[in-house]
């Protein structure tokens, strides 16, 4: 199992030394901005590392929508996100789900995931593995809800994609973490990454606040049972830079010792 945390993109390799990192995830481009991704000039040092890469999409992008001032612009960042992310030799892409506006119907929403990765398909494909993320709040979003999971993944068919899961978002969204792991896969057939991040607001809020693993409202037992179960790398999204991140990473290889093949 590796481990390692979102970091910040300037020098990921770096930060992960100083996290004692096995793998770093980051932004290739400002998360609520709407520009695409620039070559990096240290792509090779990436490539060459013994460090995992993964990229997080952009927060603004939404193909579910059925706005297409939004929808259109969105397949088109994340597929160039993808070919970005495949250029410095990431690992997977992690987009968040996605959700339909108020009233629509939400079959839309998984109809146009699955158009989605048709047009990435159509345009030479991701070149990549994107991880699809369960989300924490929105009655409308199409991976908050393991029945709307569910859904989608019904939609996708034989489209290959991954599944990141990510534990405050599931404790937010109103998911009970025991046993999630063996619902979540009875669906998608698979893990791919954890986010392993404790919740600053209680089961069931809706709101997006990481804390760390051994603050928050959830039980860092109950965190460690999701990441065992999932048998899947695992990245940190908490808050406290290189002190904060480092001893949520030492918290999770003394507990995980043993289990995990670890450094």
């Known amino acids: 199992m590796r481990?390692?945390?979102?970091?910040?993109?300037?020098?990921?390799?770096?930060?992960a030394t100083a996290r004692a990192a096995d793998a770093v995830q980051f932004f290739l481009s400002d998360p609520q901005g709407w520009k695409s991704p620039q070559p990096r000039a240290d792509a090779a040092a990436l490539i060459g590392s013994d460090v995992d890469v993964y990229v997080h999409a952009p927060y603004v992008i939404n193909v579910a929508t059925g706005n297409n001032r939004i929808r259109i612009p969105?397949?088109?960042?994340?597929?160039?996100?993808?070919?970005a992310a495949a250029a410095i030799g990431a690992k997977g892409l992690v987009v968040h789900g996605g959700h339909v506006n108020a009233g629509d119907d939400p079959s839309t929403g998984f109809d146009n995931w699955r158009k989605a990765l048709s047009y990435a398909a159509e345009s030479g494909g991701f070149g990549l593995p994107v991880l699809i993320e369960n989300t924490a709040g929105g009655e409308n979003a199409c991976a908050r809800r393991l029945d709307a999971l569910a859904r989608l993944w019904d939609a996708l068919g034989d489209q290959e994609v991954g599944f990141c899961l990510d534990t405050c978002h599931a404790h937010a969204g109103g998911e009970e973490l025991l046993g999630l792991v063996d619902r979540v896969k009875a669906?998608?057939?698979?893990?791919?990454?954890?986010?392993?991040?404790n919740s600053k607001d209680g089961f069931g809020s809706g709101r997006d606040r990481h804390d760390n693993l051994s603050s928050g409202t959830i039980d860092p037992d109950l965190l460690l049972a999701v990441i065992r179960a999932?048998?899947?790398?695992?990245?940190?999204?908490?808050?406290?830079?290189?002190e904060g991140q480092g001893n949520d990473i030492a918290f999770l290889r003394r507990q995980l010792d043993g289990e995990t093949g670890a450094r």
């Not at 999932?230 to 290189?242: F, L, N, Q, S, Y």
């Open 74 to 83: 969105s397949r088109k960042l994340l597929l160039a996100h993808a070919k």
């Open 3 to 15: 481990i390692g945390a979102h970091v910040d993109p300037t020098d990921p390799l770096a930060e």
């Open 230 to 242: 999932a048998d899947a790398p695992v990245i940190v999204e908490t808050p406290g830079g290189v």
């Open 187 to 197: 669906i998608t057939g698979r893990i791919d990454l954890v986010h392993a991040n």
